[in-house]
Structures are given as structure tokens and as C-alpha cells.
């Protein structure tokens, strides 16, 4: 049987050692079924909705095999990972939170999993309370940590020791910097006030492109990210320490848009402009397993210190799957069209939100030294989102689409 790295490059390598396949049934993306319960006549029938990760695209004609995840066959009967703290084991953590951007949807949801666990904590948020970014969520539901017993503040973090008022803390997770500039006042004052661990919101963006996805830790980044070089300085500083690279990520709270990128384009029926073939996989995980990936550093100090820790989830998606998967969550049917960025004259990174490539990370560090576990799942997360999504009424937002309106008249593509 042909693998499915054919589909993803001539050069591409996927090993069925390390990728343990399970079969999504398409049409109903919860069920997942062993190799051993589907017939061969599953994958030999153009009509089959059961698709393999090990299993070529190229056998079966109907584009209704996807979306596809692929999944590890260890996760399909996994348990809840759940963390919970002894007395003696609570932590003083500090939080530095980014004031925009996806990643202070972490920082919350962190802290709320802190919080559950037994543990202090204080979220030192970016810049003014008073500023219009706090308007926005995750920071509008602030008082679902300061009513678990948590703090918020808000001020400089070049100033963090005057900020924190002298208090002390064991653990800071630095969810701002993403340059040496920005993160070493943290760093310094950290060493210098006796923190004992110290973390550090990276990203996956700074591995170099591959042709043999999924990306893992210690594959080769590229040198002159600027969050090497924060990655490095911590390493050198402190003798606990733990990096995080975090992908696409969605949950409630999130102010920056990833599947609402689709589900405006569903609700108004209109079509979808995938950049390439639609079959580039990507990784987009649920803040709260990222949250979990975090206080199981915490809690288990030792095991974490001196790793990278792709702070992702254990499935990838193609282009095409997330759009479908965005379709079924709403309940609305869903055209695709593929367009070459190049030749349609418009810049690919401002037309989709996600990277037109090959960008898909495996938290194998994650499952290997500290035991954790997914407890997510994206089909039904989506089902969430779109429920979040209408009750704040984005539906019936009036909105431009002017880029897409760009690329649909290049390909004679009709909008209703």
C-alpha cells in the first residue's frame, strides 16, 4: 500500500513506526476506528469516507475523504490528563502576559489551570489597565482568575521589580518577549530574586521549513529567529528552565482569528480561497491542552528542566479539512477554491491565516518526559466556537471582503 508522504512531497518521510494509524470516518469526523474493524472495501471504494494517514490520497477519488486528522492510535483510548497539586507542592507562579496578539489567551487559560490546581498566582499583563486593549478578550474575563483566588496587575516588565512590588515567586512564565530585548529584564530580575524555574513562551514558527513534516524537538531552527536567541540566554541563566513553541491555537478568549477566518466565509455563503492545493498540514490545538502542557512543567519541575517542549496538539489538519471541519461545525455547506498567490498577484499571508506550507509540529517531548496527553478534540472544539461565535452576533457583522473579492474574480469565481 503506497503511504501517504507521497501525497505530501517526492521527499517526504513518515514513518508507520511512528505514526500509528487510525481511521476518521469524514462524514463524522468523532468516529475513529481501528484498521482492524473497516474492510478493505473502506479504501478500495471511490465512494469510501474512511481515510488512513498511511494511506495515499491518490486511491480514492473522492475529495469527501477530507477533512483528515491524523491522529496516534495511543490517544484515541486515553484518559484525562488531570493535575493536582499536594500542599506542600504549591507554587508561587508569576505570569508575564502579552497585551495582544493569540498568545495572552495562554497566559489566562495558565492561570486559571494554576489556580485549580492549588497554586498562586499573578498575571503581570503588558502596558494600562485602563487602555482599549483590555476591552478585548482574553483580559474582558480577567475576574474568572481574580475570583479563583488569583492576581492581575498591569505595568512595564522592563520595570518588573517595582511592578511586583518586591513579592517573590518560584516559577515566571514569560508569555510576552519574543526578542532577547524584551524578555532579559525579566531574566535578570528572575535570577537575581531566587526564581527557581524559569519558562518561556516560544514558537514553532522558528524551525527551519522541512520536507519531512512533522516537525520535532531539536529539529534545526532557524538562527536568526529572534526567539533563539531568548531560548539560549535562559538556558545559559538558569539551571531549570523549559522553552514552549506553540502553534495555531483556538479556545474561547482568543483575540485573534483563526476558524472565524472561515466561519465569516460559511455564514455569508461564500467561497473559501485556499492558496495551493488545500492539502498543506497544519497544527491547531485548544489553548486548554497548551495550559495543561504548562502546569505539567510546573508540577513536575525536574523532569521538565533544560527541554523544548512543542506546545502543540498530537493531530495535524490539511488546509482543506479545516474549512470542511468549520462547514460541519456550523451546520452550513462550504465551497473550496484553490488559487496560485503568484499568479492571482496577492500576498498569501494576508489572504489566509495560516502559512501556505507544510507547518505541522508533534508534542512528542511533551508525551515522552512528562506524560501528557490531548484531552481535546477538534471537530467538537469547532462546534464551541461556532456557538460562541453567533451568540456575540459576529454572523451578522457587516463585513469587507476585498482580497478574497480579488482572488475569486481572477479564477471567474462567482459570489452569490
Same mark, same amino acid.
Given at each position: 500500500? @503506497?503511504?501517504?508522504?507521497?501525497?505530501?512531497?517526492?521527499?517526504?518521510?513518515?514513518?508507520?513506526?511512528?505514526?500509528?494509524?487510525?481511521?476518521?470516518?469524514?462524514?463524522?469526523?468523532?468516529?475513529?476506528?481501528?484498521?482492524?474493524?473497516?474492510?478493505?472495501?473502506?479504501?478500495?471504494?471511490?465512494?469510501?469516507?474512511?481515510?488512513?494517514?498511511?494511506?495515499?490520497?491518490?486511491?480514492?477519488?473522492?475529495?469527501?475523504?477530507?477533512?483528515?486528522?491524523?491522529?496516534?492510535?495511543?490517544?484515541?483510548?486515553?484518559?484525562?490528563?488531570?493535575?493536582?497539586?499536594?500542599?506542600?507542592?504549591?507554587?508561587?507562579?508569576?505570569?508575564?502576559?502579552?497585551?495582544?496578539?493569540?498568545? @495572552?489567551?495562554?497566559?489566562?487559560?495558565?492561570?486559571?489551570?494554576?489556580?485549580?490546581?492549588?497554586?498562586?498566582?499573578?498575571?503581570? =499583563?503588558?502596558?494600562?489597565?485602563?487602555?482599549?486593549?483590555?476591552?478585548?478578550?482574553?483580559? =474582558?474575563?480577567?475576574?474568572?482568575?481574580?475570583?479563583?483566588?488569583?492576581?492581575?496587575?498591569?505595568?512595564?516588565?522592563?520595570?518588573?521589580?517595582?511592578?511586583?512590588?518586591?513579592?517573590?515567586?518560584?516559577?515566571?512564565?514569560?508569555?510576552?518577549?519574543?526578542?532577547?530585548?524584551?524578555?532579559?529584564?525579566?531574566?535578570?530580575?528572575?535570577?537575581?530574586?531566587?526564581?527557581?524555574?524559569? &519558562?518561556?513562551?516560544?514558537?514553532?514558527?522558528?524551525?527551519?521549513? =522541512?520536507?519531512?513534516?512533522?516537525?520535532?524537538?531539536?529539529?534545526?531552527?532557524?538562527?536568526?529567529?529572534?526567539?533563539?536567541?531568548?531560548?539560549?540566554?535562559?538556558?545559559?541563566?538558569?539551571?531549570?528552565?523549559?522553552?514552549?513553541?506553540?502553534?495555531?491555537?483556538?479556545?474561547?478568549?482568543?483575540?485573534?482569528?483563526?476558524?472565524?477566518?472561515?466561519?465569516?466565509?460559511?455564514?455569508?455563503?461564500?467561497?473559501?480561497?485556499? $492558496?495551493?492545493?488545500?492539502?498543506?498540514? =497544519?497544527?491547531?490545538?485548544?489553548?486548554?491542552? &497548551?495550559?495543561?502542557?504548562?502546569?505539567?512543567?510546573?508540577?513536575?519541575?525536574?523532569?521538565?528542566?533544560?527541554?523544548?517542549?512543542?506546545?502543540?496538539?498530537?493531530?495535524?489538519?490539511?488546509?482543506?479539512?479545516?474549512?470542511?471541519?468549520?462547514?460541519?461545525?456550523?451546520?452550513?455547506?462550504?465551497?473550496?477554491?484553490?488559487?496560485?498567490?503568484?499568479?492571482?498577484?496577492?500576498?498569501?499571508?494576508? @489572504?489566509?491565516?495560516?502559512?501556505?506550507?507544510?507547518?505541522?509540529?508533534?508534542?512528542?517531548?511533551?508525551?515522552?518526559?512528562?506524560?501528557?496527553?490531548?484531552?481535546?478534540?477538534? $471537530?467538537?472544539?469547532?462546534?464551541?466556537?461556532?456557538?460562541?461565535?453567533?451568540?456575540?452576533?459576529?454572523?451578522?457583522?457587516?463585513?469587507?471582503?476585498?482580497?478574497?473579492?480579488?482572488?475569486?474574480?481572477?479564477?471567474?469565481?462567482?459570489?452569490?
Amino acid at each position: 500500500m @503506497a503511504t501517504f508522504v507521497a501525497a505530501l512531497s517526492s521527499n517526504s518521510l513518515i514513518s508507520s513506526s511512528l505514526l500509528q494509524q487510525s481511521y476518521i470516518n469524514a462524514n463524522n469526523p468523532s468516529q475513529t476506528l481501528p484498521p482492524s474493524s473497516l474492510s478493505s472495501s473502506c479504501f478500495s471504494s471511490s465512494k469510501s469516507s474512511f481515510f488512513s494517514p498511511l494511506m495515499s490520497p491518490s486511491l480514492s477519488s473522492n475529495r469527501a475523504v477530507f477533512p483528515l486528522m491524523f491522529r496516534n492510535s495511543s490517544n484515541v483510548c486515553s484518559s484525562s490528563f488531570s493535575i493536582n497539586a499536594s500542599a506542600s507542592d504549591k507554587k508561587r507562579v508569576l505570569i508575564v502576559n502579552t497585551n495582544s496578539g493569540g498568545h @495572552a489567551v495562554i497566559g489566562f487559560y495558565f492561570a486559571k489551570e494554576l489556580l485549580s490546581s492549588g497554586h498562586q498566582v499573578t498575571v503581570l =499583563t503588558v502596558g494600562d489597565e485602563s487602555s482599549d486593549k483590555m476591552k478585548k478578550p482574553p483580559f =474582558t474575563r480577567f475576574s474568572e482568575i481574580t475570583s479563583a483566588g488569583g492576581k492581575t496587575i498591569w505595568g512595564n516588565p522592563a520595570d518588573i521589580g517595582s511592578v511586583v512590588g518586591g513579592e517573590t515567586f518560584d516559577v515566571v512564565l514569560d508569555n510576552n518577549g519574543k526578542d532577547l530585548e524584551a524578555v532579559s529584564p525579566v531574566i535578570d530580575w528572575a535570577k537575581s530574586s531566587g526564581v527557581e524555574q524559569f &519558562l518561556f513562551i516560544s514558537s514553532a514558527g522558528i524551525y527551519n521549513p =522541512t520536507d519531512e513534516p512533522p516537525h520535532v524537538e531539536g529539529d534545526a531552527v532557524k538562527a536568526s529567529a529572534s526567539h533563539v536567541a531568548v531560548e539560549e540566554s535562559i538556558a545559559k541563566t538558569f539551571s531549570n528552565w523549559a522553552a514552549f513553541r506553540p502553534q495555531y491555537m483556538i479556545g474561547s478568549g482568543n483575540n485573534k482569528d483563526c476558524e472565524e477566518w472561515f466561519f465569516d466565509r460559511i455564514v455569508r455563503d461564500r467561497p473559501i480561497p485556499i $492558496p495551493g492545493s488545500g492539502m498543506q498540514l =497544519t497544527n491547531i490545538t485548544h489553548v486548554r491542552d &497548551l495550559s495543561s502542557m504548562l502546569t505539567a512543567a510546573v508540577e513536575n519541575p525536574s523532569a521538565a528542566s533544560g527541554n523544548i517542549f512543542n506546545c502543540v496538539s498530537d493531530r495535524a489538519v490539511t488546509l482543506d479539512g479545516m474549512a470542511k471541519l468549520c462547514s460541519q461545525a456550523a451546520g452550513r455547506p462550504v465551497k473550496i477554491v484553490h488559487y496560485d498567490p503568484k499568479a492571482v498577484g496577492v500576498d498569501a499571508k494576508k @489572504a489566509f491565516p495560516f502559512r501556505n506550507m507544510h507547518f505541522y509540529a508533534e508534542p512528542r517531548a511533551a508525551k515522552d518526559i512528562l506524560g501528557w496527553q490531548a484531552t481535546t478534540y477538534l $471537530p467538537e472544539d469547532l462546534k464551541e466556537r461556532y456557538e460562541e461565535y453567533v451568540k456575540i452576533g459576529r454572523d451578522k457583522k457587516d463585513m469587507k471582503f476585498e482580497l478574497d473579492d480579488k482572488i475569486l474574480e481572477s479564477l471567474n469565481v462567482l459570489v452569490a
